[in-house]
């Protein structure tokens, strides 16, 4: 036991002794960089000073004030740096407790509705089962002052949106300097979200989103958490004075019902969800609009989506019609005729989508009819001019996409590449391009050049986002020869680097395989 503790002591001794020894050559380090050696200068310095011709002191001022300059620099950028760091993690650390609280604020919320309607479901059993059911079973409390069709029509809240915007119209009138193109606007939102939210994306990303918005009405946006998924949708409402709706979809959906509401046979009402006010809301606004299906993939799209799925195929844009209602009512909302609603054109829908073992895979069925973006990165942190929101109308934005299509069409030497690679991958992977991808990637490429970008880098992205993510479904490890006579394929037809999304996601496949 003593021999033990002799060693145990010792032992701590010199641990102590290693540990002072390291923290002294730090200090000492630092102290003869900053003292000693500063103090050696200087005596050099002075053994020679008294040699100094008018122009040797010349020459040592002005190399002492670059010196002087320089440090000066150097400790500045530093400090700058410093707070630079500090005021950015602090306000990221501020929007995280932001964002939890809204989620707990959320569930409380969910918790109260689903409390409320247990409690009045009950209270209707137990007067139904009595043989009585009173007046205020069958209609919902009006708001005070509010007229009686708001009691009388089976749609409450979207009667309340008819009202409020009949007593204040959403009319935009656009002044000249809002007059501006795509390329621009994509450069203003940049500054903007930078500038007013402190989000930071890359003009190539919003470029991106645009020409989404030009070629489908259903964006997604894929990624790891914390790249800004939800964050964008939500700037790009604040940019055109529109708040985004934001819709959290819950794993329990299964079918439209959980989308858009249903009539409620008790209550004789339309149960109104929050998705629906806020499609219908679109119907009566001038401007862009963006509705966020949070999480989308937490339940099987093609389930409680289907319908939005179907009629966005339909040609004809008078057809664009949700059911909401068997028999129609003079009660009924205003858009809401013959108890269809109108899906309007100034409405786009967000998607986020996290891929994890929590949610469920995105079908072909859905990826081909939207524009999906990976988001799997921050930009980095910039400063921008302060910048204002945009003033726009629906009909203004369309109106340069119509443009984009007439000034930027697919060459006819790219239109040929394209013919070629699709026989290409079809002969080597059996996978086709069809009609609707050919279709969007002539709506997609001439608006991504609008906005500033290249033919052959719109090209690009179609072909990765459109073919290459269906290559997923195929026996890849049996195809390493093919995949690799594809990107010789695409330096040879199209030019060595120019298809660089498509290469890095074959890249990405022979890795993962």
């Known amino acids: 036991m003593a021999e033990f503790a002799k060693y145990y002591v010792d ?3 010199n641990a102590l002794q290693n540990i002072w020894n390291f923290i002294y050559s730090i200090l000492y380090a630092f102290y003869k960089i900053v003292v000693l050696d500063t103090i050696n200068y200087f005596k050099a310095l002075g053994a020679v000073v008294g040699n100094f011709d008018v122009l040797g002191w010349i020459c040592l001022i002005l190399v002492s004030l670059v010196n002087i300059a320089l440090v000066f620099f150097i400790v ?3 400090v700058q740096l410093i707070r630079r760091y500090i005021v950015y993690r602090g306000k990221e650390v501020e929007k995280d407790k932001l964002m939890e609280e809204i989620a707990r604020l959320h569930e409380q919320a969910e918790e109260l509705v689903k409390e409320k309607n247990q409690i009045f479901a009950l209270k209707v059993g137990n007067q139904i089962s009595e043989g009585y059911v009173p007046n205020d079973a069958l209609a919902v409390t009006s708001d005070e002052g509010t007229g009686g069709n708001r009691e009388a029509s089976r749609f409450t809240k979207l009667i309340n949106l008819d009202e409020k915007y009949g007593r204040n119209p959403n009319i935009i009138f656009m002044s000249d300097t809002d007059m501006i193109s795509l390329q621009d606007i994509v450069k203003r939102f940049v500054d903007f979200a930078a500038s007013q939210l402190q989000l930071y994306y890359t003009e190539d990303t919003i470029r991106l989103f645009f020409a989404g918005l030009a070629t489908s009405k259903i964006i997604i946006l894929e990624g790891i958490s914390g790249t800004g998924k939800t964050s964008l949708p939500y700037a790009m409402g604040k940019f055109f004075n529109n708040n985004t ?14 989308l ?3 009539f409620n046979e008790f209550t004789k009402k ?5 998705f629906l006010n806020s499609l219908y809301e679109t119907t009566l606004r001038e401007d862009p609009n963006f509705i966020v299906l949070d999480e989308m993939n937490l339940a099987r799209i093609e389930y409680y989506f289907a319908d939005f799925l179907s009629i966005m195929e339909m040609p004809d844009i008078a057809e664009w019609k949700i059911d909401l209602i068997s028999s129609p009512s003079p009660t009924d909302p205003k858009n809401v005729i013959y108890g269809k609603l109108l899906v309007p054109q100034n409405v ?8 994890d073992d929590s949610t469920f895979t995105i079908t072909d069925k859905v990826y081909d009819r939207a524009i999906a973006l990976e988001l799997n990165q921050k930009a980095d942190y910039f400063d921008a001019p302060m910048t204002e929101s945009f003033n726009c109308t629906f009909n203004y934005l369309e109106s340069l996409f119509d443009r984009a299509y007439k000034e930027y069409e697919i060459s006819d030497k790219n239109i040929a590449l394209i013919k070629d690679l699709d026989a290409f991958i079809q002969s080597k992977f059996k996978i086709s391009f069809g009609n609707r991808i050919m279709k969007q ?22 072909v990765t986002s459109k073919i290459l993510r269906k290559f997923n479904s195929l026996n890849l490890p049996f195809l390493t020869k093919e995949l690799q006579e594809l990107i010789a394929y695409f330096d040879r037809k199209f030019g ?6 498509s290469i890095a996601y074959i890249r990405e496949l022979q890795k993962v395989n």
Do not use: H
């Open 496 to 501: 060595k680097g120019t298809m660089k999304y």
């Open 76 to 78: 500045y950028r530093l």
């Open 11 to 13: 032992f701590l001794w």
């Open 441 to 462: 990637l002539k709506l997609f490429v001439p608006a991504y050049m609008a906005c500033g970008g290249t033919e052959s880098g719109g090209i690009d992205f179609i």
């Open 260 to 262: 858009v509401g249903y």
């Open 245 to 258: 709706s934001i819709v959290s979809v819950q794993p329990s959906w299964r079918d439209r019902a959980e």
């Open 270 to 274: 339309f149960n109104e969800t929050d």
């Open 348 to 355: 786009w829908f967000v998607g986020t989508a996290n891929n």
